[in-house]
């Protein structure tokens, strides 16, 4: 029985072994890259703790474009600001592909902005950036909302007076309430728990999302599925924010206004009702559910945790804090909130938030890609159905394209005349037709947020500047800031 029992075992594995190499010999025009092994790909090659990292060693033997095996699935990375820009702006349309991402796609069924490709994507797309515009999104009256966001938050810290604290919570409730401005037509208090419960679930979301077992689940899905692990109560998680969605989105039914939508939910219901009797419509219920579970998901944690960076930042260099605070104090004052044109004004401050953004790298490995057709490359054939990684942590830490890459120094956006300046590798956002929806609300967040911040408070800590620490505490597919309880003295 036994003997029997290794020789099915034995058959299994050569049967592998001869799929596996007929299809990496398939693949010749590929790019080169490590050897793989069958099941596990290039796994034991690569860290686990900050896998970008091995891929730029990589870079190192194989070049800018190179192929891994992650477990079972082929796929294309791109290191460096050349390779990425080249394939995802000149290429563009080659790579809009979005790879399907079973922890963050699952919950949505290839439904929704995030989840989904082709024509479906392209119609959501086009409708959100052309709502969120409607209502203020890079135009004066969202300026507005974040201005009174800014207002609860800081009246928030007052309260405390001076006594340390967690900004974690805080900084997602401000973010998150931009967001729920645009979406639901509402903010909430942040002492409301039904809304704090929903930031406890982001919360866990981001922190699995950014461990190995969250990966895991990417490669293996069907095999984690039955396994245990803190992903098993994350997608139980993710279904309360669906029930949630749903049922503001039933409260917009039943006061809807037809002539005048107050929100994005609203202007989506008028389109399911332009477009009901088009039987091929991306204008349905699932697609709305799923949208706003990814720019409330998105929208949130991004932002929040780049501010909470920021902060760590201010504190880690208190020379650098005096400096924006004396160049805010001469350009707005204390007697006005700060508004998108001053930014222009406060060059200093604006390099700072900039630098804080590239050095903090939040999505080291993007968002990845996919290709929905065989496609040509420097060269190679990139066959239909591969990953593609465009490795943004190889463009932000980039030598070529900065002075000083390991070091924080917002002078990487300052000419010598101390006039802020644009460098084309700053991409903390991707680039080309799949780069961030939501990317003009995130800047404005991140300078009315910080400069607002920084009229009111001056911010420390009780170990000092030496104990803060920028290297993140996690690192995976995102790169997350450790967690400090800081003080904000009132200025």
Same mark, same amino acid.
């Given at each position: 029985?036994?003997s029997?029992?290794t ?19 398939r693949?010749?025009h %590929? $790019?080169?890259?490590p ?13 686990k703790k900050?896998?970008f990292?091995?891929?730029v ?6 070049? $800018?474009?190179?192929?891994v095996?992650l ?8 290191v460096?600001?050349?390779v990425?820009?080249?394939?995802l702006? +000149?290429?563009? +349309?080659?790579?809009?592909g979005?790879?399907p ?6 919950p ?15 119609q ?12 203020g ?11 009174e ?16 604290f967690?900004p974690?919570?805080?900084? *997602?409730?401000a ?15 942040y ?6 419960r929903?930031?406890t679930i ?5 922190k699995?999302n ?28 993710? +279904? /309360? ?8 989105i039933q /409260?917009?039914?039943?006061t %809807?206004?037809?002539?005048s939508?107050?929100?994005?939910i ?8 332009q477009?009901?009797?088009i039987s ?6 699932d ?11 998105a ?5 929040s ?26 350009v707005?004052?204390k007697?006005?909130?700060?508004r ?34 065989d ?6 054939t ?5 990953v593609?990684? $465009?490795?943004?942590? *190889?463009?932000?830490?980039?030598e070529?394209?900065w #002075?000083?890459?390991?070091?924080f ?6 000419d ?6 644009k ?7 991707? #680039? ?6 939501? /990317?003009?609300?995130a ?11 920084l009229?009111?408070f001056?911010? *420390? ?31």
């Amino acid at each position: 029985m036994e003997s029997c029992a290794t020789v099915i075992l034995a058959g299994l594995i050569l049967a592998l072994l001869w799929m596996f190499n007929i299809k990496h010999k398939r693949n010749w025009h %590929l $790019p080169p890259g490590p050897t793989a092994f069958p099941l596990i790909g290039n796994l034991l090659q690569i860290g686990k703790k900050a896998p970008f990292k091995s891929f730029v060693k990589f870079s190192e033997t194989y070049g $800018p474009v190179m192929t891994v095996y992650l477990g079972l699935q082929r796929t294309v990375v791109f290191v460096g600001y050349d390779v990425v820009k080249e394939a995802l702006v +000149d290429q563009a +349309d080659d790579f809009t592909g979005r790879a399907p991402t079973p922890f963050i796609h699952s919950p949505n069924k290839k439904y929704g902005i995030g989840s989904s490709n082709g024509k479906r994507w392209r119609q959501l797309r086009r409708f959100t950036l052309t709502t969120l515009k409607d209502f203020g999104m890079g135009r004066k009256g969202m300026d507005e909302w974040i201005q009174e966001e800014s207002e609860h938050m800081r009246d928030y810290i007052h309260k405390l007076k001076g006594a340390p604290f967690d900004p974690t919570f805080l900084l *997602s409730c401000a973010v998150s309430n931009v967001i729920c401005c645009l979406v639901f037509g509402q903010r909430f208090n942040y002492e409301d728990k039904q809304f704090l419960r929903l930031l406890t679930i982001l919360s866990h979301i981001e922190k699995v999302n950014s461990r190995p077992v969250g990966q895991m689940y990417n490669l293996y899905p069907k095999l984690m599925d039955h396994l245990p692990g803190p992903h098993q109560k994350i997608f139980a998680e993710y +279904d /309360e924010v669906r029930e949630f969605i749903k049922m503001k989105i039933q /409260e917009h039914k039943d006061t %809807l206004d037809p002539s005048s939508p107050r929100d994005y939910i609203g202007s989506f219901l008028i389109q399911i009702n332009q477009e009901k009797e088009i039987s091929t419509t991306e204008f349905h219920y699932d697609n709305l559910v799923s949208t706003i579970m990814t720019l409330f998901l998105a929208g949130t944690q991004s932002t929040s945790s780049t501010l909470r960076f920021a902060l760590s930042v201010l504190i880690k260099y208190p020379q650098i804090q005096e400096k924006m605070q004396q160049e805010i104090d001469t350009v707005i004052g204390k007697d006005r909130c700060p508004r998108m044109e001053d930014r222009k004004s406060l060059p200093f401050s604006l390099a700072v938030i900039h630098e804080v953004q590239r050095f903090l790298d939040l999505v080291p490995l993007s968002l990845p890609h996919y290709t929905l057709n065989d496609i040509s490359f420097r060269g190679y054939t990139i066959p239909k159905d591969t990953v593609i990684i $465009p490795l943004l942590h *190889s463009v932000l830490k980039e030598e070529k394209q900065w #002075a000083t890459p390991r070091s924080f120094n917002p002078q990487h956006f300052l000419d010598n005349n101390g006039n802020f300046k644009k460098n084309p590798a700053f991409m903390p956002f991707s #680039a080309g037709k799949r780069n961030c929806v939501g /990317e003009s609300l995130a800047r404005m967040e991140l300078f009315i947020f910080i400069v607002s911040l920084l009229q009111d408070f001056t911010f *420390s800590c009780a170990g000092g500047p030496d104990s803060i620490n920028l290297i993140p505490e996690y690192s995976s597919f995102l790169n997350v800031p450790c967690r400090y309880h800081i003080m904000a003295t009132p200025r």
